[in-house]
């Protein structure tokens, strides 16, 4: 196809918080280089990360003015000369980090919509290096869902490496958690999902008769409550979204030996009153403390490799698509703590 001269994207306004995204007309070079790919996007996923920025509340700086937005999917239109992985029609997308190809890099992290643009926009040009087959048996919205919070998900349970695992206890109801309930209903891992919200975990327990759920509100001993629904074993990972207040707690959580606590989130803020005596509890439980930042391009490989195996469906991820122009009602709805699990922009038909 002919290289588009303009097209529309979303850029985050400035000035006082918290801000929003307005409409841009953006222009496209008119020969790609030969190692570019020009994909047109057909659906966004949002994270907790892209409306944190525009409430001062992402403890990372981000480019001003910039393109929102790194979890797309999008179909190759063109490509550079030197390109061989991807032709014309591919379903694809954008790995999160573009520094972050095996997870032994040492550059600088140039993480999507907050380092460099992002893909809030119709069309977007990238090198191969940086692009990713998704399954096929996906619809746009759910391939849309996979690049942060699918890969997040997937690297915070370890890749599935562990032993045996049983069990992982999941914070809250957003995208992450729900991404990583899916993987460990397809897996044979018991997930267990807290909220405050009796509603949304009536919701969660329609999709699988494995699935457990506390309300932490309602539960005033969750160790407690978590050792019964694992017989008195404890989980063998806990994906923490809320933050380094929760770490003592989901230490003790954990199985006797060997578990993980997966640091993915700051929901609720970037600090803690424990003192540092409390992490020594790893040792007493040979457990391991990780921090998440999202994963590498091979973490991507994989999960999509183990998406297709498994045919998993993503549609229950999917609580609600805005269409291209209503962008920034989208990012109200996530911000205000409605949804559960993932809040999606069609772009383009």
Request: charge should be negative; charged fraction near 25%.
């Given at each position: ?12 306004t ?32 949002l ?16 480019i ?8 797309a ?126 509603k ?118 999917v609580?609600?698509?805005?269409p ?10 996530l ?15």
């Open positions: 196809m002919a290289i588009p001269e303009t097209y529309k994207a979303f850029r985050r400035t000035g006082d918080l918290p801000r929003t995204i307005s409409p841009s007309t953006e222009q496209l070079p008119r020969e790609l280089g030969p190692h570019d790919v020009l994909l047109r996007i057909y659906a966004v996923s994270n907790f990360r892209d409306v944190a920025m525009l409430h001062g509340r992402y403890p990372v700086d981000v001003e003015r910039g393109i929102p937005c790194s979890d999917a999008a179909e190759v239109a063109a490509v550079g000369s030197a390109v061989k992985d991807f032709a014309i029609g591919d379903h694809v997308s954008v790995i999160f980090d573009l520094n972050n190809l095996s997870g032994c890099d040492d550059d600088p992290s140039r993480a999507l919509g907050g380092d460099v643009d992002g893909l809030l926009r119709e069309y977007a040009i990238f090198e191969d290096k940086h692009i990713v087959q998704v399954p096929k048996h996906l619809s746009w919205e759910e391939a849309a869902t996979i690049t942060c919070a699918g890969v997040t998900a997937w690297t915070a349970l370890d890749g599935l490496k562990a032993a045996n695992p049983r069990s992982a206890l999941l914070q809250g109801t957003g995208g992450v958690s729900l991404f990583a309930l899916l993987i460990c209903l397809a897996a044979g891992i018991r997930p267990i999902i807290t909220s405050s919200s009796d949304k975990l009536e919701q969660i327990r329609k999709l699988g008769s494995e699935v457990r759920t506390i309300n932490y509100r309602a539960v005033s001993d969750q160790a407690a409550e978590v050792k019964r629904i694992t017989d008195g074993k404890g989980v063998d990972f806990v994906i923490n979204n809320t933050g380094p207040a929760s770490i003592p707690r989901d230490i003790s959580f954990l199985r006797q030996r060997g578990g993980l606590v997966s640091l993915v989130g700051f929901l609720a803020g970037t600090d803690g009153d424990w003192e540092p005596s409390a992490i020594m509890a790893l040792m007493g439980k040979s457990a391991k403390l990780k921090g998440i930042g999202v994963g590498s391009k091979q973490d991507y490989v994989e999960l999509d490799r183990f998406l297709a195996e498994k045919k998993i469906s993503l549609a229950p991820l609580d609600r698509v805005f291209f122009d209503e962008s920034p009602a989208a990012f109200d709805y911000y205000s703590g409605s949804h559960v699990g993932k809040v999606v922009i069609k772009v383009q038909d």
